[in-house]
């Protein structure tokens, strides 16, 4: 059990999964991460496993067709062995460091590696879409580059609660990756979480995933996910102005 007790995983069912992967898909740049995963999560049709719930998470109630339901959700399947973390509403600076322990102390010991997805700002339209990759192990790194993927040339920062998870992965030695992809950053950009879907987690993870829907219902998705988009802009200016300029995604 996580050692901060205002932020703990509630666990609904048993994992019957052999080594799952965990893909993270918190709200950020582009909110790429959260659109990948929602529709990862229906296309393999994942049951909720369970939840996180803190006191540092904004005091909001969040609610699907109509029933309200935990903000912050893991869901699991067996075939293929896949989690997913989802969250309604962005995490705020304050949360970040109990929900990445929590993530490391609960929730780790039950997959075998952890993919996270970054957004960075694309300085053309056609950069939208590009995926580098960042790995914490030698396996991962070579898990990488044979899914095609090319490693993150030179240095950088990632931050946000992406950054926490992966340092918390890098040093609690849990094998972690960090796919950084270019999105637009100013509205949702379904367009650049179906290229990541396509170009780097099918191949890495090894699922297959109809990624249509994510161009028929472009403005749609984009509609539903402005909110928290808007909300996720100010605690990244917060963030900003307290961290290092050099290389930072989130």
């Known amino acids: 059990m996580n ?16 080594s799952p992967t965990l893909i993270e898909g918190l709200p950020g740049l582009g ?19 369970g939840t996180i719930v803190s006191e540092d998470f904004p005091p909001v109630a969040s609610f699907d067709e109509g029933r309200v339901r935990d903000a912050v ?3 699991a399947g067996e075939d293929p062995a896949v989690m997913t973390l989802q969250s309604d509403v962005p995490i705020n600076p304050t949360a970040v460091e109990s929900l ?25 339209e056609s950069e ?30 990632i931050g946000g609660v992406t ?3 992966l340092r918390d992965c890098y040093y609690g030695d849990v094998p972690a990756a960090v796919l950084i992809v270019r999105s637009n950053p100013y509205i949702p950009d379904p367009g650049a979480a ?3 879907i396509e170009n780097a987690l099918e191949p890495l993870v090894e699922f297959d995933i109809d990624t249509e829907e994510l161009l028929e219902q472009s403005e749609e998705i984009q509609k539903q996910k402005q909110q928290i988009a808007e909300q996720l802009q100010q ?15 989130q």
């Open 194 to 196: 179906r290229a990541v």
């Open 100 to 124: 990445s322990q929590c993530v490391l102390s609960d929730v780790a010991e039950e997959f075998d590696r952890a993919v996270f997805l970054a957004g960075a700002p694309a300085e053309s």
């Open 31 to 49: 909110l790429v991460a959260s659109i990948a995963v929602d529709q990862i999560t229906k296309q393999l049709d994942l049951e909720q496993h």
């Open 73 to 75: 959700r893991v869901y």
């Open 128 to 157: 939208i879409g590009d995926v580098v990759g960042v790995a914490t192990t030698d396996r991962l790194e070579e898990e990488i580059t044979d899914a095609g993927i090319s490693l993150a040339e030179g240095s950088g920062v």
């Open 235 to 249: 605690y990244q200016q917060q963030e900003q102005q307290q961290q290092p300029r050099m290389g930072m995604y």
């Open 163 to 165: 950054g926490a998870l």
């Open 3 to 18: 050692a901060n007790s205002s932020t703990r995983f509630q666990k609904e069912t048993e994992l019957t999964a052999e």
